[in-house]
């Protein structure tokens, strides 16, 4: 897509891997970001920050695997303003098409006193010399004063203009505690553009959190005083109560063109597939209420809204539904369609298969649910796309489960498991209800024993033969797994959502023990 002009168009900077990920709960794999990383490639973002590469060595991993593979926009960094988190920047993102590295240190008086123990006059000698060791190994550098909104706007100014000095192209001014309102933080951009001399020579950026429900609202009122770029997440995942929500902010610039005239280059009619790849590698739901991708975002049940609609749609609706991805038709396919009705539905989704196996298997998939129900809705269609994109495979593959539960006694399952030699294992095992003794079978045949911390289950759609959706959080030896898996039957469903953690640890196990073989063999030749 052709880029728009600079002065009518807001970059996208989507953090949904780096800000977003550090949601409790929220962490993704490597192959889970790589996925995300493609979304927001097909939805056209300009900028991916990808992660924080001196956090740890998955977030290294991760933003080299995306500067490697993701071509098109701009791949993105994180570092603290010290030689070493910047270098590993660098390093993990060389061999990106389009490299920014963006560097950051606190400036607010809370953070001088109690965080970095740091002077005035000592933060500012900070950012000069790490903002001009970034830009020795790229041209794109973006600096951020963290807790910008509670900084002294003298101070803040002075901070900024010796970062341009420095060599910084984009400067972003996060209201880092989410205590900004849109009036206020409006004020700090117009301040910047009043009071830095060569601040038109750089794009201003905002990147805002909710902990107040502002976050999109301060957002757009640093675009009204000059801010060309929005940093924000899918979903508006993020720590504590998020970031800045993309889809809304999009679609505020987009629905109230005329106000802002503005645009992005985001592709919208990828917005809600988008949406539901986050939510489903993260195991974080959108609200039913949520704006523009909630389930309830077009949906209308007061009878005047009802009389309203008929007559004319713009009566109640002030954006469109296919403007965002959703599809108007909803039961249209059955046990009866075939693979050709299966793949154009699943095209007006939003979604693509790449290949003809995940075509056969999706398809495979659509019939076997479509024998057990009576309807399906959309949301079966995208449910069974989604179950297998993020299908982890072996060692251990669940064929079948049977269980006997009462009131009065505690519940009994049958768990019969193949191996990776496809041999069948089967065992017994007893728990508290129904999920407790399905989770110890597995657990016997497995022989991998884990700490349940969270279950979740809820309904994909309406009525009594719906899909259930379980995520399961568990824990092993320290550290946090995440399973999800979507079945018409909640047990089912429940085995397959721990079995894909057993599975991820197996295949770990599997890794570990392969990678201490071969340093042996070296060791011992």
């Known amino acids: 897509m052709e880029k728009k002009d600079k002065k009518n168009s807001v970059v996208i900077f989507d953090t949904t891997l780096r800000d977003g990920e550090q949601a409790p709960g929220c962490s993704m794999t490597l192959n889970e970001k790589l996925r995300v990383a493609k979304a927001l490639k097909e939805?056209?973002?300009?900028?991916?920050?990808?992660?924080?590469?001196?956090?740890?060595?998955?977030?290294?991993?991760?933003?080299s695997k995306i500067a490697q593979e993701i071509k098109g926009p701009s791949i993105c960094a994180l570092a603290r303003c010290n030689n070493r988190d910047i270098e590993m920047a660098w390093e993990a993102l060389k061999e990106a098409k389009k490299p920014r590295i963006h560097v950051f240190v606190a400036t607010s008086e809370i953070h001088r006193k109690h965080k970095l123990k740091l002077a005035k006059d000592e933060i500012i000698k900070t950012a000069i010399e790490n903002i001009k060791f970034a830009k020795s190994f790229c041209k794109d550098i973006e600096f951020s004063p963290e807790d910008a909104s509670r900084t002294e706007l003298e101070y803040l100014s002075e901070v900024v203009e010796e970062a341009i000095m420095a060599g910084a192209t984009t400067i972003n001014i996060p209201d880092t505690v989410g205590y900004a309102i849109p009036g206020e933080f409006y004020s700090v951009f117009k301040y910047l553009k009043d009071n830095v001399k060569n601040i038109n020579s750089v794009r201003l950026s905002a990147h805002c959190h909710d902990d107040l429900g502002m976050a999109v609202a301060n957002s757009l009122a640093a675009v009204e005083a000059g801010a060309r770029q929005i940093e924000c997440t899918i979903n508006g995942i993020g720590e504590r109560a998020g970031n800045c929500s993309l889809e809304e902010v999009v679609m505020a610039i987009k629905t109230r063109n005329k106000h802002f005239r503005l645009e992005t280059n985001i592709k919208t009619q990828k917005l809600y597939h988008t949406s539901r790849i986050v939510s489903n590698v993260t195991g974080m739901h959108v609200p039913r209420n949520k704006a523009i991708i909630g389930e309830n975002a077009f949906a209308h049940e007061a009878g005047i809204h009802q009389h309203g609609m008929l007559q004319n749609q713009a009566t109640y609706e002030?954006?469109?539904?296919?403007?965002?991805?959703?599809?108007?038709?909803?039961?249209?396919?059955?046990?009866?369609?075939?693979?050709h009705a299966f793949r154009e539905k699943v095209e007006q989704l939003g979604f693509q298969i790449n290949s003809e196996d995940k075509l056969n298997d999706s398809f495979k998939n659509f019939k076997k649910i479509a024998d057990k129900k009576k309807n399906m809705y959309d949301k079966d269609i995208e449910s069974i796309i989604m179950n297998i994109d993020s299908a982890k495979f072996g060692p251990w593959t669940l064929k079948e489960i049977k269980v006997t539960s009462a009131s009065s006694s505690p519940s009994s399952a049958t768990a019969s498991i193949n191996n990776e030699n496809n041999e069948l294992l089967k065992e017994t095992a007893k728990g508290e209800g129904p999920v407790a003794a399905v989770f110890s079978a597995i657990e016997k045949i497995t022989n991998i024993s884990l700490k349940l911390k969270n279950f979740e289950v809820r309904g994909i759609t309406d009525g009594d033969d719906a899909q259930g959706e379980v995520t399961v959080t568990v824990e092993y030896k320290g550290q946090s797994y995440r399973g999800q898996a979507i079945s018409t039957d909640i047990l089912e469903s429940s085995a397959l959502a721990y079995l894909e953690v057993?599975?991820?640890?197996?295949?770990?196990?599997?890794k570990n023990n392969l990678a201490n073989t071969k340093k042996t063999n070296l060791a011992n030749p």
């Open 318 to 339: 002030i954006m469109r539904p296919e403007d965002v991805g959703l599809s108007k038709s909803n039961l249209v396919l059955g046990k009866h369609s075939g693979r």
């Open 43 to 63: 939805l056209n973002v300009d900028v991916i920050e990808a992660g924080f590469p001196a956090a740890s060595p998955g977030d290294f991993d991760s933003v």
């Open 502 to 510: 057993v599975n991820r640890i197996s295949r770990l196990k599997n």
